[in-house]
């Protein structure tokens, strides 16, 4: 089946530095997500790229589709602390929605 | 307001015990879904529906049984056949079109096997 890898699991940075997260998809997606969870919440959804090479803005969140549509990427401008959370990104391949593992991002003031 | 409740926010259960996670939407969502995610990890596929009457098999339905007889209600089941049940389940609904499929999560029941 799918699969949809996500690295790097973990990241730690300093309030203000960028952070990045990357997306690896085993198959061709028909499009990607991307949501946050906060710790101890539920997932919500951040924003959706359809088109190959898509990129999208959201404030100080850039995100892109690869030109293939079988990776993605999500990169933070001067984080802050209320970015603190898990982002997944998810791929829909027919009927279903395939998440990756996550990456938690860790920011400290 | 719109949204997804899930029911109970933490449930115990023995080993050998049955149990049901209620999921309730107002969305007028048509399909819905279960995902189940341990500590650490992204969230693995249970079940879905696409229709009333009509559900699939996620990536590891084995263990777990739903139901869909009505638009708004998916009711999961945690048998005693599931080997390791104690994880955090999300329940979430869509449009049910992989175009425009955001999916709306409920805020989740935690279960624990004593």
């Known amino acids: 089946g799918q699969q949809v890898m996500q690295i790097p699991q973990y990241q730690h940075v300093q309030e203000g530095e960028d952070f990045t997260t990357y997306c690896n998809s085993s198959t061709t997606l028909s499009n990607i997500q991307w949501y946050k969870q906060r710790p101890g919440g539920h997932p919500v959804f951040l924003i959706q790229l359809v088109k190959s090479g898509e990129v999208k803005k959201q404030k100080r969140l850039t995100f892109q589709f690869g030109e293939a549509k079988k990776n993605s990427s999500l990169h933070i401008t001067a984080t802050q602390t209320t970015d603190v959370g898990t982002y997944f990104c998810a791929g829909w391949a027919g009927n279903m929605l395939t998440f990756g593992g996550g990456t938690r991002l860790m920011v400290k003031p | 307001d719109g949204g997804i409740t899930q029911s109970p926010k933490y449930l115990f259960r023995k080993e050998g015990q049955n149990v049901t996670l209620s999921c309730e939407q107002n969305?007028?969502?048509?399909?819905m879904y279960w995902y189940r995610q341990d500590p650490g990890q992204g969230l693995r596929l249970i079940y879905y529906s696409q229709i009333v009457n009509d559900f699939q098999k996620g990536d590891i339905a084995e263990g777990y049984s739903v139901s869909r007889e009505k638009k708004e209600s998916f009711p999961l089941t945690v048998t005693s056949a599931q080997k390791n049940p104690t994880a955090f389940y999300l329940c979430?609904?869509?449009?049910?079109?992989?175009?425009?499929?955001?999916?709306?999560f409920g805020e989740g029941s935690r279960l624990t096997v004593l």
């Open positions: 979430a609904s869509s449009t049910g079109t992989a175009i425009t499929g955001e999916l709306f």
């Open positions: 969305l007028n969502h048509d399909a």
